[in-house]
């Protein structure tokens, strides 16, 4: 299961929370917080030379209340 799903760059996510209308509202340290219109929220970390996993992927899709499958498709 862990192979079904790529690893992201921190960018990349956070180019598709972009699309999504998603906009930074603050940065604390290395991890930046984004927020909806609507009031969805989520959090995506920033470490130099780390990617995102499927995991924290899937996570990330959760709190903005859609499947990864939903999510990946604006990459």
Known sequence: MMGKYP???PREVITILE?????EVRQKGSHK???HIDG???T????????ISPI????IAKDIG???EAFLKYI
Do not use: A, P
């Open 7 to 9: 690893v992201l760059k």
């Open 19 to 23: 699309k999504l209308g998603f906009e």
């Open 33 to 35: 917080q984004f927020r």
């Open 40 to 42: 969805r929220c989520t």
């Open 44 to 51: 995506v970390s920033l470490h130099k030379g780390r990617d």
């Open 56 to 59: 924290l992927l899937r996570q």
């Open 66 to 68: 859609l499947t990864i």
